[in-house]
């Protein structure tokens, strides 16, 4: 078997070496015949049957729904069902059977081909994104037609899933669910960048996985041998034996050093001149305070609230809801401060239904823009909030801001949810800091006016470098423009950092740049102090920190920033790696 590597986006670290398990149809053929009149009706039928086959198969992955799942993962198992339901999906293609005598897999396959040409004219951005949702339902229907019916319960033995690798053009939502509960230990797909919703899902289990890899899921053969270098975005697929063997030496020393790391749990981050660091976690829903407390988080630097608003079929939660929510991460980290980040809706992140039609949705009603716009859902997750903050020590971040006004009306609304509070006579801490997300070139250019009215500031780079460098961040094909070291990007970090430090106020970085040990030094040097990171990276960036001589990574950082020449850029932060 010939031996070849495939390129793409790292997006979760490590190594994983095992069997290529062909996911998506993508690589299936699809068999095109004429059917006799006489046979016709059986066709319909066999059809028919799929279509059954595979509701059935959902009903099965919603039972089997673990209780920690995310809400929105029910959820897009519902959408999946709704799709096969409805008459575009389960009577259609039944006519095109009947009609033009195609066979069944063809029929599904043109009436699918005509709804896609369809959703590309539709300019709604959540009404477009929906057509991924019907080729992927469209997907089990062909793999029950084909006979490979395979939902991923059914493949295998424990000890065949245990080296399985998922190798996919793209992964939905309620498949990803699977990977959740079984031990795959890797993914590759065609599409996504490196902050699609698997990219994500990946770099939170800590599983080795590269996406953007264009042609892997045709390229690759089902129990083909393959390894993934997570760090890299590479595949090799049928390696040879030395290959093998190298990758199997460096997957053991990164299991050595990865249990090493784990003894720095309880080891304070502290630089070796002595510097305390403070170490957050990210986190997308309440159980995730479990693994920020076992990698010894100093509390939650960034609750993406809106996970707990999406995929419920615009069924906003309501005030009590998100409050038990709120409460349960104030709890669960036991009276370590907990960042929780406003509602950030829109562009990448919909919420269900929404009506919006922005041509541009990353530049449109997302985030404050929104909460202001919907000043009672944006009061009642204030209030929400604030009764949380009764429980422990709670912070809230708002995103998106750029304006001045948006400021003053946020911090309105603040206001008037306490003054509802107090005259209800319902308890929340009256000295709750709020911060602003820096996360938009404009804010980063006009600090004082965020210094002047905030307590804290907290710099979202995954948004920054989107729009500092104008590229869409989960659009794999601009993803090589996506750039932290961008001269352009460093200054605004560190001016946002510096301004921070000089007004004496927190300032720390919550996107994913927090969490790249590459860049700590780096960060370190600018005068960063909190960093704000998946749980899973927290303790590498751990070990890095305490190697950390601050002095002298300020001195070098100081070089640096003068430069604006990126390889020199990219050559120094790697010096610094070796100080
Ligand atoms: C960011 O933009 O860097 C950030 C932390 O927020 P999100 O990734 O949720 O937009
Ligand atoms: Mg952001």
């Not at 980063?444 to 907290?458: E, G, N, T």
Request: with cysteine.
């Amino acid at each position: 078997m010939a031996s070849f590597t495939l390129h793409g986006i790292p997006v979760s670290r490590g190594i994983a070496i095992g069997r290529a398990h062909l996911l998506a149809a993508a690589a299936l053929e699809v068999k095109h015949y004429l059917v006799a009149e006489e046979h016709l009706e059986a066709e319909v039928q066999r059809l028919q049957q799929a279509l059954v086959a595979v509701h059935k198969e959902l009903q099965t992955l919603w039972l089997d729904l673990p209780k920690d799942a995310p809400t929105e993962l029910g959820a897009f198992i519902d959408v999946h069902a709704l799709i096969l339901s409805d008459p575009m999906i389960s009577e259609a293609p039944l006519d095109i059977i009947r009609t033009r005598h195609y066979n069944a897999e063809w029929a599904l396959l043109t009436q699918i081909d005509e709804l896609s040409a369809q959703f590309d004219e539709i300019e709604d951005p959540y009404l477009r994104e929906r057509k991924a949702d019907i080729q992927q339902v469209a997907e089990r229907v062909l793999k029950v037609l084909m006979g490979s019916a395979q939902p991923l319960a059914a493949v295998g033995d424990g000890e065949y899933q245990a080296q399985m690798i998922v190798v996919a053009h793209d992964i939905s939502p309620a498949d990803m669910l699977q990977f959740r509960d079984r031990s795959f230990i890797g993914f590759v797909t065609d599409v996504g960048g490196q902050n699609s919703h698997t990219a994500i899902v990946a770099r939170s289990l800590d599983i080795p996985a590269a996406v953007g890899m264009s042609q892997a899921s045709t390229l690759v053969e089902q129990d083909d041998w393959i390894i993934i270098d997570g760090d890299a975005g590479v595949v090799i697929v049928n390696p040879s034996a030395l290959v093998l063997e190298q990758y199997r030496e460096r997957q053991n020393a990164l299991q050595r050093a990865r249990k090493k790391l784990n003894k720095l749990k309880k080891t304070p981050a502290v630089t070796k001149d002595g510097t305390p660091i403070t170490l957050l976690a990210n986190i997308e829903l309440p159980d995730d305070c479990a693994a920020a407390m076992d990698a010894g988080a100093n509390g939650v630097g960034l609750f993406r609230s809106e996970f707990l608003f999406m995929g419920r079929n615009s069924r906003i939660p309501s005030e009590d809801e998100q409050f038990e929510q709120y409460k349960r991460a104030v709890v669960a980290m036991k009276g370590r401060p907990v960042t929780i980040r406003t509602l950030d809706i829109g562009a990448d992140k919909p919420l269900d239904q929404t009506e919006h039609t922005a041509l541009n949705p990353a530049l449109g009603l997302r985030a404050i823009r929104y909460c202001l716009a919907e000043p009672q859902l944006f009061l009642s997750q204030l209030r929400a909030i604030l009764r949380a903050s009764a429980f422990g020590k709670v912070r809230i971040l708002i995103p998106m801001l750029a304006h001045a006004f948006e400021i003053d009306q946020s911090l309105a609304m603040i206001a008037q949810a306490k003054a509802e509070l107090r005259e209800e006579g319902v308890k929340f801490d009256e000295t709750v800091e709020v911060g602003a997300m820096i996360e938009i070139p404009a804010a980063a250019l006009a600090l004082p006016m965020f210094v002047k009215r905030m307590d804290f500031l907290s710099i979202g780079t995954n948004d920054l470098i989107q729009y500092t460098l104008a590229i869409d961040r989960v659009d794999y094909e601009v993803a090589h423009l996506y750039n932290p070291l961008h001269p352009a990007v460093l200054q605004l970090i560190a001016m946002t950092i510096a301004a921070g430090n000089k007004a004496g106020i927190d300032v720390a970085v919550c996107g994913e740049m927090a969490g790249d040990v590459k860049l700590t030094r780096l960060l370190l040097g600018m005068g960063l102090r909190e960093f704000s990171m998946h749980p899973a990276q927290l303790l590498s960036v751990k070990q890095e920190i305490l190697n950390s001589d601050l002095a002298r990574l300020a001195s070098q950082t100081r070089k640096i920033m003068r430069s604006m020449e990126p390889d020199a850029i990219a050559d120094a932060v790697q010096q610094l790696q070796l100080m």
